[in-house]
């Protein structure tokens, strides 16, 4: 089974409006729950909103790609979807979970164009004990277990061809368990959710240490994590508060929503020796 379907935007406009532009990176959950993005943009009247989806990006026939080429790729795209909004505005890069390096390196090569905060919305930094154990997780949910980890350090290409071939196995396996002819095209479609899910990790586990932006960048983290601090960094460069109370830590709730928009409307756009 190969898993084939077209290849989405890497970043799309969600909204319009005068005010500050707000770049999101997120990604559809693995389940029906609303993305942080669409929310955002939904509630954000008056914001220009932006999309930026690096599962989307590698659904096709791009299999993997490098954090500094997603990035460099988002910050152009931004660019030209605010070619004709008003020059210099201020720019929010919001991140969630995963995202955040990605989110930095955005925010990053947008500073000095114009005035740019990145506000991460429970980062994680996905490392390759964090890769393992979602493959694991998700042969698991294919019915393949005690298969061994892969083998990241390799080509990241074939990894990721690697692994997608060993999960084609389990649902092929799992389709003649059922008894069906051929596997349906929801298998297909669940390949490529578990394919792009664990490329975009392998890129994160690849890119560490992680990269923190220039001084003109400030950055802000809504996390429940006990004295966070930004890898790569010192405390005082990362402006931390906690997040409204959520059942789970990469839960989307309305709340966030309000929380991470307050973040937008009152931030000080002074970032002078932060």
Not at 71 to 76: G, K, R, S, T
Request: aromatic share 4%; with cysteine; net charge negative.
């Amino acid at each position: 089974m190969r898993a084939v379907v077209g290849t989405q935007p890497l970043c799309s406009r969600l909204s319009s409006g005068d005010k500050a532009a707000i770049l999101v990176s997120d990604f559809q959950p693995l389940t029906t729950a609303p993305r942080l993005s669409t929310l955002i943009a939904d509630a954000a009247a008056g914001h220009s909103v932006h999309q930026v989806d690096p599962r989307g990006a590698l659904s096709g026939d791009r299999l993997y790609a490098t954090l500094p080429d997603l990035a460099d790729e988002a910050a152009a795209a931004f660019r030209a979807g605010e070619a004709s909004a008003a020059p210099g505005r201020p720019v929010f890069v919001v991140a969630h979970c995963s995202s955040a390096a990605l989110s930095l390196q955005i925010a990053d090569r947008l500073a000095g164009e114009r005035d740019v905060t990145a506000i991460l919305v429970q980062p994680t930094w996905p490392d390759t004990a964090h890769v393992t154990e979602i493959f694991t997780e998700f042969q698991g949910k294919l019915g393949a277990v005690g298969r061994p980890s892969p083998d990241l350090d390799g080509d990241p290409l074939s990894c990721v061809l690697g692994m997608e071939q060993r999960m084609s196995e389990d649902l092929a396996a799992m389709a003649a368990r059922l008894g069906l002819g051929k596997a349906p095209l929801a298998f297909s479609e669940l390949l490529v959710s578990y394919r792009t899910w664990l490329a975009f990790l392998l890129a994160c586990r690849n890119d560490r240490p992680v990269t923190v932006p220039s001084g003109a960048v400030a950055i802000t983290a809504l996390t429940d994590e006990p004295g966070f601090v930004l890898p790569g960094s010192v405390a005082q460069r990362c402006r931390t508060k906690v997040p409204p109370p959520a059942n789970r830590p990469d839960a989307v709730t309305p709340e966030l929503v309000a929380s991470v928009l307050a973040e937008v409307d009152n931030q000080p756009l002074d970032h002078q020796g932060l």
